[in-house]
């Protein structure tokens, strides 16, 4: 099964400031990196999404950026605000045989803006 | 346009019960996934069905099932329940014929086996 290690598990970071969350994953094939954004007492909402067929995406204050040789990519928040206070999972779609599929998602990274 | 819904909000169960849990999704949406999300886990992929068939499944036991009506509304049942099920639950569902990677997810069930 596809892994994906995200990082760190929780960041605190000042209010305007940069925050940025990486995911790491294994070799395998895959057209699609959504992240996900929950805050508490809610389930997780689609925040942003990029294809490997891009190096970056941006909406807003949010950026994806992905490393295909690093086999890694990134949630960069620019300043960040208060907010922004949530976790984030990256996920990794997983296809297998049968049109078969399951999405595989990071353990979170639990965001926390301070004014 | 109404979310995905869930019921009920909270569980509070004891060892070696069973419950079932209730989902429905987004009108017009045909596949509902499962998955449990326990403290410092993560989201874990339990299953996904899709126009009444269990599709695919993720590493749990037997013990977690389910099924899909024809309505696309959805159960999970959970039998034995053993103390490491606590977890919040969530249901999500997507369109069939849109790229399977948009999950739209509801609120949770919060279930706590004591």
């Known amino acids: 099964q596809q892994q994906v290690k995200q990082s760190p598990q929780s960041l605190i970071v000042q209010k305007g400031g940069i925050s940025i969350i990486n995911c790491a994953y294994e070799n395998t094939a895959f057209d699609y990196f959504p992240w996900y954004q929950q805050f508490p007492g809610k389930g997780p909402a689609l925040l942003i999404a990029i294809r490997p067929d891009v190096s970056e995406k941006k909406e807003g204050r949010f950026t994806i950026s992905f490393n295909k040789s690093a086999k890694q990519f990134s949630l960069h928040i620019m300043d960040s605000q208060p907010g922004d206070s949530a976790t984030y999972f990256c996920a990794l779609p997983h296809y297998s045989g049968a049109g078969s599929y399951q999405l595989t998602f990071g353990k979170g990274t639990k965001l926390s803006v301070i004014p | 346009e109404a979310g995905v819904t869930q019921s009920p909000t909270h569980l509070i169960k004891t060892r070696g019960q069973q419950v079932t849990l209730r989902c429905s999704p987004i009108s017009g949406h045909t596949s509902v996934y499962w998955y449990q999300q326990a403290l410092g886990l993560g989201l874990q992929f339990l299953l996904w069905?899709?126009?009444?068939?269990?599709?695919n499944r993720g590493n749990f036991p037997p013990r977690f099932s389910g099924r899909q009506f024809p309505n696309y509304s959805s159960e999970l049942n959970v039998n034995a329940l053993e103390l490491e099920d606590s977890a919040l639950y969530l249901c999500?569902?997507?369109?069939?014929?849109?790229?399977?990677?948009?999950?739209?997810f509801g609120p949770g069930t919060r279930l706590t086996v004591l």
């Open positions: 069905y899709d126009e009444g068939e269990e599709r």
């Open positions: 999500a569902s997507s369109p069939r014929d849109r790229s399977h990677n948009e999950q739209f």
